[in-house]
């Protein structure tokens, strides 16, 4: 008798135990893709704004010249040197690289295609996050419940002027990334573990 009323003890004390361990294991809540971007774009708004790096090939340079941004000031004697002085308007656009309101451009010769530099914008934005792709689960490391999804990193060019935003779309110049974000739960939330 007594056996059988340990056995019986046991298999209470089994479910119960069973039972609390089911109702303390929650699932975790739906991350929807909407969710997904605004905590990646709430990462992103929370970090300092930044200006917008532009490279400029030859072409460009000319563009800018159009575009009243900056002017030629001296040519040197190898035909193909020069130095280009930014405009009022310039000056309010961009900024160059180490500073001063002067372009040195110095190609390695007359016929060196690939020779370019890069300018600053002026005004500052932050990284947009866009196209997530599907949310899906995933494991981490040291995390009970993931998830991750892609998406598209991009430069904001809003508070920029046009002839800037032009320039920043020729080629050589790289305005988005793809990149993966990783989610986990914490104290029934989601938030954003990383982005890599």
Known sequence: MSNRRNLKN???????GAG???AGCKSAPELTQDQALSLIQAHYDSAPADSVSINLSKDGMGQGITAGLWKLTKVYPN?????YTLTDDGKKAVKVAGGGDAIQWRPQSESDTSYSITVQTVATSH????????????TLPGVSSAKGADFTEGVDLSGVP???Q???HNPGNKLSNKRHADFSVENGAWVLHGIV
Do not use: C, I
Request: aromatic fraction near 6%; glycine fraction near 4%.
């Open 10 to 16: 046991l298999v209470v004390t089994g479910l119960l």
């Open 166 to 168: 032009d320039l920043a």
């Open 79 to 83: 035909k193909f040197w020069a130095d």
């Open 127 to 138: 990284l947009k996050a866009r196209d997530l792709h599907q949310v899906a689960d995933e």
């Open 162 to 164: 046009q002839s800037v």
């Open 20 to 22: 609390m361990l089911v």
